[in-house]
């Protein structure tokens, strides 16, 4: 047969060189109507075979090749070998496709890789077989039962556009006559060729059929009795080693092809024994035709070769046409046994029920959603079987359309499909399935992880892969294009099918049997072509063994990405097609690097396409075995990396700010890296040490690259000469540093050896030499991230952190403080306030102990510190704990500190990560003016000037750069809106200048105003963002576009000033929101006037970068810049001198003028106002009692009212907050709750943001609030919302309120009427500033020397909560005792209730200091204290004032004959809590009186400083009563507190034997007081509990 083309060609087909060369024309502007044919039939065994003479990079796609029955002389040519039908076998890719129809997935080499120079050819051999040959090696059988009258088919597709015909014969080893075959068989069997002595069977077990299932060296055929008996030659044609030979003969030599097949297979087969759970595979022998045997696949897609012994078989049925028992056996021998008994060829399919709109093909592996533009769900289809342990299932999302938002969910259900009523969409199931939805995981159709990953399936493309796999153990794994996610659920059940839901975007899919296969094998090719360019040439033989004389030279690795190449004898790699890709070009060295070897590349080659630039790093992966991923940051084990100006492990920062900025490197610029003897990790540039990036690392790492973005091309700088020798020591930095450096935080001088231990929180990790921790997972996890030094703080030494990254995504932050546990006794809880014993803590600015609080209003408030801030701990000799913020002592947080305390920090909520700075160490003058942190982690904007940020809500094409100051667009010419980080004051320039242009497209920069809060757009995804901002319509935007103003997409006014669109790099555009409610453009600083007119108040700077624009860069700032000045002082600072001789009144009054508030005329339907608006009172119903005031709150203003009325007819009660926007026109809801905007709120004890609860537990309950209470708002200077209750800071509420903001109350429920204050009032409860001051004075440490003015008896505090039920309950069942009235207090305000309400309304702490020397004793929580009358001659004596307060318990019984001798009596009390002792002798505990009798008992009574101990109930025994109002029955026990005079009693051990701590701030070795001395109590108030 003549090797030619048919003349008759497609449309654009042009022929040459005696019809022998087809070239596709104009093969830029057009990529099919290239079918050529043969000239005439194909005879049997003939191979057809062309080569590729050009290629073309601007399509996908490349060469098709195939048969077909039809006669071209009279062929109508379609566009593309796939539309050719009857009788058409077509190979594309590497499926094979039979008249248009997908029969064959996954198919012997992938035609689009083939290069130019590659040949391909097709044959129908005699048996009616259809081969593809490529480069002289057959592939193997792709179709059977092929037609004897065929013509070979070439497709010039794609990029292919030039083929030239080479030959049409059959190939010299193929042999007609069988019994030919069956002689060489048995001439291979008794003379083995070199080849086949590169393996040995290796028999490791064999299945219940008698099946030989080899692990190592699966080529070897067996017999039916299981035992090994032929070796077959590794020649083309024949079977292939799956694994790589240990070693060679001497005189052992292979072929190109041979060695092809050697590596090919060994990868492939590794691959897969990993992908399938390390299940054995089945084995094929070589076949009657003396094809390829290959290797069963698990899912049984493609058959195999069989011979007489049955070594062969597969789905197909192979290529077996013996019909001899044993041949018939062969058919299944190439199976395995999977482990629940069924054979591995049940390949996973979807079942044929499946959602109403879905069409399924391809034999049930395909699945597409009918209607895609018209219906966006109920496409729905799970797998055919349930999956198996271990199991894969993966499929390929084949296409989508650009209409919904949202797009395929996958995971798995334990609903059998053959009895599912399908669903309209997978998350409506509400019982036993877990599916994956964007980045998240639904469990029956909840969130159960917001934030699983951080691949959305919603940003996936088509041709991208999901997978899932349910591990032996019960966990749910997915898989984003081969990449493991983690878990995504445990305890999953056993038996789960598969399931995808084909919604929104996703149309079509494909299960995918061999995962990755074809990637892997593509890269093999790659392999083979970079060691052999010139396959099915003649060349030199290769050397498997490397020479020794040749020198150890670093070069780059062959094995790259899929858009890298190696030229330059292995020095040079580059991406060729650089405009096209940005990504995929990640290149290794070809060996280890050395200790202290430099490895560097100089950028030769950049393109200013894209953001982003080369990264450079080192990995623990071989590259002959690495799966290379498109970007190497997305490699999660191994692997550090360079980026930017940050440093990476594994795919986390751990470093931000770090040397120089490699996005910013030019063409000609070096980058080099090297790992120490040390295990330290250094990076250069231009030559220059960054410093230590990392230690710990692994001896024996492959040095990286990742030409990445604008890298186009490196080479690998041999001369090491002119780089500077590597500092000796690790901490000490260059001296030329980058900002940011880690030098820069360690110091050159740092000598202290603090670092945090190994030991931490779960979500917490150490990184940079044990110098930074960070938590991991910020945005998913808030908590679990609690890290503690490596060794106890000395006597003055200051242990100091800085912190380095935030997130705005949680309430609270980061909490700092000391703990006496050591890290090998710590069980780390979530955090550290749950420790309930040796732990001292600041929270917020609260002081806690042991997880509780101690103080409130600390001189810092650690959740307003932002990144950069310092905060740091000192343990003085005396045992004080001091912390200092940026250098600045705080003052005493503490005292009493143990000798041995560990610093601790907790990376919560919003704090991520901090680093030890090189201050920690002993104390000295230099910390308050230390200016390191400045120094290497800027607080401000990279940008000179920049104050102003970008929201990280954007569009999904937009990157953000420089912290928050830069926006690119990254694709196409839509997508990039973004915002301004806050809304723009009035007259506030938001500017932004342009830095790149793409003049490819048309259109240019849009910018205007929007209501839209970027706040409230979902994290994750945002695809539901408008494209361009002329679409933005959801809410009310204003905006230019071009020369064009528009209001929500509708225009309003042309020809306004100078086009956008003629705008170009280096223009700055700007918007302002003028205080005339106006928007103005400014354009390069000129303001071209009012662009609109009525603009809201509260609104968003907002640009889209669209068309042209494709970069922008702030350069305004805001009008007033953030200053790092001192927190103001609270309003209820505690500012009594210890130095004053007077006692006199605590006055704090706000630093401004106070400005004059009223209640606004536009309220709420159901409020009148009287008192020149000053009272608001609700006049009906229980709601509509909507008050704002008519001036906005000014900061650092408090504002009071007084709640006049409550209605006990109603439940719940008033609540009351700010809210951001101009409330003159506010259509007031029925409730504070339905306010949705710009709205915080305090109700009850949460906090709630535009509705959303953002805090608990916070303060008290504003629902026991009674009448008199005095409630306060103000917000501070740091825009932090504080909530007073009676004067008493509650500490903050929330961040980041808007100025202007408006108080608002909410007149709910019981809540009835409410009055301004309109001076500065006392508190409730401090009836005297002397009072107050004296309560004040009780939170500081006293020591000796303080007047006794201070120690006074327990001050006449008034309990606040009058009506109180707890103290209502407790006040009956005192009268039903039936005590004297002579004996209590007339003055009821002396009665204090200790619940929980009422003593936060007062602001208790819960331990005080009484007497001289002063003692701690805690104040009777739970308990209600009703004052006892005080004998004149104690009230005005001295020496009462220096007398302890303890308590004492005991029962109801004793309650009358102790009041009767006003001191507790032996005889009185209960039996636990008075013993008789001996009287002792003289010099002992008491002196007994002159007369006494030797022998006479003195009674002893048991005191205690806390009711935990004296309120147990052997001391206090529980009585039932029948409380006379509810007549329900309760139990009730009572107690007394006591004045001890000091020197009067002695401090014992407790005598219950408990073994538990019972009070956290007195041991169990001091908590028990025993006194015999008759007078030295002094009944001070009877406490009473209920329960």
């Not at 990868?267 to 054995?280: A, F, K, P, Q, T």
């Not at 199991?391 to 650009?402: Q, S, W």
């Not at 005292?895 to 991520?912: K, M, N, R, S, W």
């Amino acid at each position: 047969m003549a090797a030619e083309l048919h003349p008759r060609s497609g449309k654009l087909i042009g022929l040459s060189n005696s019809n022998r060369t087809a070239q596709r024309n104009q093969p830029v502007q057009e990529f099919n109507h290239g079918l050529v044919l043969s000239r005439e039939p194909l005879r049997d065994r003939d191979v057809f075979t062309v080569r590729i003479d050009k290629k073309v990079n601007s399509w996908s796609g490349s060469i098709e090749i195939g048969v077909t029955a039809l006669d071209p002389a009279a062929l109508d040519f379609p566009s593309s070998a796939t539309g050719l039908k009857g009788g058409s076998w077509i190979v594309s890719g590497c499926s094979v496709l039979k008249d248009g129809r997908s029969v064959l997935e996954e198919y012997g080499r992938d035609l689009d890789q083939l290069g130019e120079g590659d040949r391909v050819g097709i044959q129908r051999n005699s048996r009616g077989e259809l081969h593809l040959w490529v480069n002289g090696q057959d592939c193997g059988t792709a179709a059977s039962g092929l037609p004897p009258r065929l013509w070979a088919v070439v497709d010039l597709y794609g990029k292919c556009t030039q083929v030239t015909v080479v030959s049409c014969e059959p190939p010299p080893d193929i042999e007609e006559d069988q019994e030919e075959d069956e002689e060489e068989r048995e001439e291979e069997v008794a003379s083995p060729s070199p080849a086949a002595l590169m393996t040995e069977p290796c028999r490791d077990h064999e299945d219940r059929t008698g099946t030989l299932v080899l692990s190592t060296v699966p080529v070897i055929a067996t017999a039916m009795n299981g035992s090994a008996e032929e070796v077959p030659e590794v020649t083309r044609g024949h079977s292939r080693p799956d694994k790589f030979p240990n070693n060679f003969e001497p005189e052992t030599v292979l072929t190109e092809h041979q060695l092809f097949d050697v590596f090919n297979n060994a990868i492939v087969s590794l691959y897969r024994s990993e992908d399938e759970g390390g299940e054995d595979l089945g084995l094929g022998g070589r076949g009657p035709d003396s094809s390829r045997g290959g290797t069963g696949s698990n899912n049984g897609a493609r058959g195999t070769g069989g011979n007489e012994n049955g070594s062969g078989g597969g789905a197909e049925g192979g290529g077996n046409t013996n019909n001899s028992p044993s041949g018939n056996a062969g058919g299944t021998s190439g199976l395995t046994v999977a482990p629940s008994g069924m054979t591995t060829n049940d390949a996973l399919l979807f079942h044929e029920k499946c959602g109403t709109l879905i069409k399924l093909s391809n034999n049930n592996k395909t699945a597409e959603r009918r209607r895609p533009l018209d219906e966006f769900n109920n496409g729905v289809v799970m797998t055919n079987r349930p999956l198996r342990h271990n199991e894969m299932f993966e499929i390929r999302i084949d296409k989508l359309v650009d209409k919904w938002s949202g797009s395929i969910e996958i995971g798995v259900t334990t609903h059998n499909p053959n009895n599912l009523d399908y669903p309209a969409t997978m998350t409506n199931l509400r019982s036993g399935t877990i599916m994956m939805s964007g980045c998240g995981i639904l469990t029956n159709g909840k969130g159960t992880r917001r934030e699983y990953c951080e691949f959305s399936l919603d940003e996936l493309q088509e041709g991208d892969h999901i997978g899932l796999m349910r591990k032996a153990s019960g966990a749910l794994h997915f898989y984003i294009n081969g990449i493991d996610q983690g878990v995504a659920a445990n305890q999953t059940p056993g038996v789960v099918y598969g399931v995808v839901d084909l919604y929104g975007m996703a149309v079509k899919v494909t299960i995918v049997h061999n995962h990755n296969h074809s990637d892997r094998l593509r890269r093999n090719n790659a392999i083979m072509r970079a060691l052999s360019p010139d396959v099915g040439r003649p060349r030199p033989a290769l050397s498997l063994t490397p020479d020794p004389e040749a020198p150890d030279r670093l070069l780059f690795h062959p094995n790259c990405g899929q858009k890298a190449a190696i030229i330059g004898d292995g020095r040079t790699a580059l991406r060729p097609h650089a405009t096209d890709d940005f990504n995929h070009g990640v290149v290794l060295s070809n060996r280890p690097l050395h200790s202290n070897e430099v490895f560097q590349v100089r950028i030769d080659k950049m393109v200013d396409k894209w953001a982003g630039s080369i990264e450079i790093g080192v990995t623990t992966h071989n590259p002959a075995y690495l799966q290379l991923p498109s970007t190497m940051t997305n490699l999660r084990s191994g692997t550090w990396m360079m980026t930017g100006n940050g440093v990476m492990h594994n795919g986390t920062t751990i470093l931000d700010e770090y040397g120089h900025n490699l996005d910013r490197l030019k063409a000609g610029d070096t980058v080099g890296v090297v790992r120490k003897e040390d295990g330290s990790l250094h990076f250069f540039v231009n030559g220059v040490p960054q410093g230590p990036a990392a230690w710990n690392v692994p001896p024996s790492v492959y040095a990286v690259v990742d030409l990445y973005g604008q890298a186009a091309q490196a080479t690998i700088m041999d001369d090491m000469a002119d780089l500077p020798p590597l500092p000796d020591d690790s901490s000490e930095g260059p001296t030329a540093m980058s900002p940011g450096s880690p030098c820069s935080i360690t110091g050159a001088s740092a000598t202290s050896d603090l670092r945090f231990h190994q030991l931490h929180g779960t979500n917490a990790v150490i990184t940079n030499g044990g110098r930074t921790a960070l938590r991991q997972n910020c945005r998913s996890e808030f908590n679990d991230a609690i890290v503690i030094s490596n060794r106890c703080l000395r006597d003055g030494e200051l242990f100091e952190i800085v912190i380095q990254k935030m997130v705005d995504r949680w309430s609270g932050s980061i909490e700092a403080g000391v703990t006496a546990i050591r890290p090998e006794e710590l069980e780390f809880p979530n955090t550290m306030t749950d420790i309930d014993y040796d732990t001292w803590m600041l929270s917020g600015t609260a002081i806690m102990q042991d997880g509780n609080t101690m103080r409130n209003n600390y001189g810092c408030d650690l959740d307003s510190l932002s990144t950069g801030s310092r905060i740091g701990m000192m343990r003085t000799a005396s045992g004080d704990l001091h912390y200092y913020i940026n250098g600045v002592d705080q003052g005493v947080a503490c005292t009493g500190l143990p000798p041995e305390v560990y610093a601790v920090i907790d990376l919560y909520g919003q704090c991520v990560q901090v680093s030890i700075t090189s201050s920690s160490g002993p104390l000295d003058n230099s910390l308050c003016t230390s200016n390191i942190t400045e120094k290497s982690f800027p607080i401000h904007s990279p940008v000179a000037g920049v104050a102003h940020r970008l929201h990280n809500k954007h569009g999904k094409n937009v990157v953000l750069l420089g912290d928050g100051c830069q926006a690119v667009r990254v694709g196409g010419y839509a997508h990039g809106i973004v915002f301004s980080a806050k809304e723009l004051k009035a007259d506030e320039l938001f500017e932004v200048k342009i830095n790149e242009v793409d003049e490819q497209w048309s259109g240019s920069l849009r910018i205007g105003l929007t209501t839209l809060q970027p706040p409230d757009l979902p994290s994750c995804p945002l695809s539901g963002l408008s494209p361009s901002l002329t679409q933005l319509r959801s809410k009310v935007t204003w905006l230019l576009a071009g020369s064009e103003v528009r209001r929500n997409g509708v225009l309003q006014r042309q020809n306004y000033g100078c086009s956008l669109d003629r705008l170009t790099v280096g223009n700055r555009v700007g918007v302002k929101r003028c205080s005339d409610d106006t928007m103005h453009i400014f354009i390069d600083g000129e303001d071209m006037g009012p662009a609109a007119t009525a603009v809201a108040k509260n609104v968003y700077a907002v640009l889209d970068l669209y068309g042209k624009v494709t970069a922008v860069s702030i350069v305004s700032s805001t009008l007033v810049e953030d200053t790092e000045s001192v927190k103001a002082p609270s309003l209820s600072s505690d500012s009594c001198s210890e130095g004053e001789e007077d006692t006199t009144p605590c006055e704090s009054e706000p630093a401004l003028v106070p400005m004059a508030m009223a209640f606004l005329e536009n309220h709420g339907k159901n409020i009148q106002l009287s008192n020149q608006n000053l009272t608001a009172a609700r006049v009906s119903s229980y709601n509509q009692g909507l008050l704002v005031t008519a001036q906005a709150l000014p900061r650092q203003q408090l504002f009071q009212f007084q709640i006049d009325r409550l209605n006990s007819s109603w439940t719940s009660s008033l609540s009351l907050g700010v809210i951001g926007h101009t409330p003159d026109r506010l259509n007031f809801p029925s409730t504070a709750c339905c306010l949705k905007r710009s709205v915080w709120l305090l109700q009850r004890d949460s906090v709630f943001h535009n509705s959303l609860k953002i805090c608990e537990n916070y303060g008290p309950n504003l629902d026991t609030c009674p009448e008199g209470t005095v409630l306060g708002l103000l917000v501070d200077a740091n825009g932090c919302l504080h909530l007073y209750v009676n004067g008493m800071d509650q500490g903050v509420a929330a961040q980041d309120i808007p100025s202007p903001c408006y108080p608002l109350i909410d007149l709910y429920g019981q809540c009835e009427q409410v009055t301004i204050v309109t001076n500065h009032v006392p508190a409730v409860g401090a009836e005297s500033s002397e009072a107050r001051c004296q309560g004040d004075m009780e939170k500081a440490d006293m020591v000796d020397g303080i007047k006794e003015s201070v120690c006074w008896t327990p001050p006449p505090e008034v309990n606040p909560n009058k009506t109180c039920e707890y103290q209502a309950l407790c006040s009956r069942f005192k009268d039903l005792l039936t005590l004297p009235d002579g004996y209590f207090n007339e003055d009821a305000k002396y009665n204090l209730c200790y619940c929980e309400s009422c003593h936060k309304l007062r602001g208790d702490e819960a331990y005080y200091k009484r007497g001289e020397p002063p003692r701690d004793y805690a104040l009777p929580f739970g308990w209600c204290r009703f004052a006892l009358r005080i004998k004149p001659h104690c009230e005005v004596s001295n020496t009462f004032k220096k007398w302890h307060i303890a308590y004492h318990g005991t029962n109801v019984g004793s309650l009358r004959r102790t009041l009767d001798h006003s001191q507790i009596l032996p005889e009185s009390s209960s039996i636990f809590s008075a013993s008789p002792v001996k009287a002792e002798g003289h010099g002992s505990y008491g002196e007994p009186e002159e007369n006494s009798a030797p022998e006479r008992e003195i009674p002893r009574v048991r005191l205690s400083p806390t009711m935990r101990y004296s309120g147990l109930e052997v001391f206090a025994p529980k009585v039932q009563f029948r409380d006379p109002r509810s007549l329900r029955c309760h139990h009730a026990q009572v107690g007394f507190q006591v004045c001890v005079r000091p020197g009067s009693y002695k401090v014992g051990p407790q005598s219950l034997g408990a073994s538990e701590s019972l009070d956290p701030r007195f041991s169990n070795t001091e908590i028990e007081w025993i006194t015999k001395e008759k007078g030295g109590t002094l009944l001070y108030g009877l406490l009473i509990r209920v329960e």
